[in-house]
T-cell receptor, first 115, second 113 residues
Framework: QKEVEQDPGPLSVPEGAIVSLNCTYS??????FMWYRQYSRKGPELLMY????GNKEDGRFTAQVDKSSKYISLFIRDSQPSDSATYLC???????????????FGQGTILTVHP | DSGVTQTPKHLITATGQRVTLRCSPR?????VYWYQQSLDQGLQFLIQ???????AKGNILERFSAQQFPDLHSELNLSSLELGDSALYFC????????????FGPGTRLTVT
C-alpha cells in the first residue's frame, strides 16, 4: 500500500464550479502538507503548504488538513479553464533527522475545467 | 520559469547504455533534489544533495548515482538502462535543507528502447 493515496481522476468540471481534490496518507510522521500544480510538459509548481490541522486560504484556493483522519483536501472556488492541470499532493516528515526536503507525492489528479 | 535548468530535454537511448542528466539550480540555492516521474509510480524522490554532500536518499536504484559539484550544478547518472527506466526525470532546488519551497525544472524525458 502506498504511503499517500490520491484519486487520479480524471475530473472534468464546468467553469465556475467548486473543485475538491483529496489525499489520504498512512504515515503518522508526515507533518507538512503541500499541493503542487503541474501543467502538461512542465515541472510541478508549489500552490500551497501547511503544517497544522485546519484550513488555509489563498485567493480561490483553500487547503484543509485533518491529521486525526490522515486526510488532506484542496478546494478550488470559481474554477477557470486555466486551472486545468494535474494536481499533486505532497507530504514531508522529519523522522530521525531525515531531511524535510524528501517529499512523498500522491499519484496526481488530472483536472479539466471546460468553458 | 522556475530558474532551474535541465539538459537535455529529451534523451533516447538503448537498453544497457549509460546516460548523464544535468541540472543547474536557481541562483543561490544550495540544495538539489532528483525525482523520477512515471505513469505507474507517479513522482518519486530519488536523492537530495546539499552544498555538495548527499543529504537524503529515496528509492534510488544502485544503477543510479548522483553528485553535486562545487559550482552547485548536479548530475544524475543512470547506467545499465532498462526499459522500465523510461520516465521524466525532474531536478528541483531550494535554498536550504529544511522545509523550503522546492522549485522544479522542466524535466528530462528519457526513453529507453
Amino acid at each position: 500500500q502506498k504511503e499517500v493515496e490520491q484519486d487520479p481522476g480524471p475530473l472534468s468540471v464546468p467553469e465556475g464550479a467548486i473543485v475538491s481534490l483529496n489525499c489520504t496518507y498512512s504515515n503518522s510522521a508526515f507533518q507538512y502538507f503541500m499541493w503542487y500544480r503541474q501543467y502538461s510538459r512542465k515541472g510541478p509548481e508549489l500552490l500551497m503548504y501547511t503544517y497544522s490541522s485546519g484550513n488555509k486560504e489563498d485567493g480561490r484556493f483553500t487547503a484543509q488538513v485533518d491529521k486525526s483522519s490522515k486526510y488532506i483536501s484542496l478546494f478550488i472556488r470559481d474554477s477557470q479553464p486555466s486551472d486545468s492541470a494535474t494536481y499533486l499532493c505532497a507530504m514531508s516528515a522529519n523522522a530521525g533527522g531525515t531531511s524535510y526536503g524528501k517529499l512523498t507525492f500522491g499519484q496526481g489528479t488530472i483536472l479539466t475545467v471546460h468553458p | 520559469d522556475s530558474g532551474v535548468t535541465q539538459t537535455p530535454k529529451h534523451l533516447i537511448t538503448a537498453t544497457g547504455q549509460r546516460v548523464t542528466l544535468r541540472c543547474s539550480p536557481r541562483s543561490g540555492d544550495l540544495s538539489v533534489y532528483w525525482y523520477q516521474q512515471s505513469l505507474d509510480q507517479g513522482l518519486q524522490f530519488l536523492i537530495q544533495y546539499y552544498n555538495g554532500e548527499e543529504r537524503a536518499k529515496g528509492n534510488i536504484l544502485e544503477r543510479f548515482s548522483a553528485q553535486q559539484f562545487p559550482d552547485l550544478h548536479s548530475e544524475l547518472n543512470l547506467s545499465s538502462l532498462e526499459l522500465g527506466d523510461s520516465a521524466l526525470y525532474f531536478c528541483a532546488s531550494s535554498e536550504g535543507t529544511g522545509l523550503y519551497e522546492q522549485y522544479f525544472g522542466p524535466g528530462t524525458r528519457l526513453t529507453v528502447t
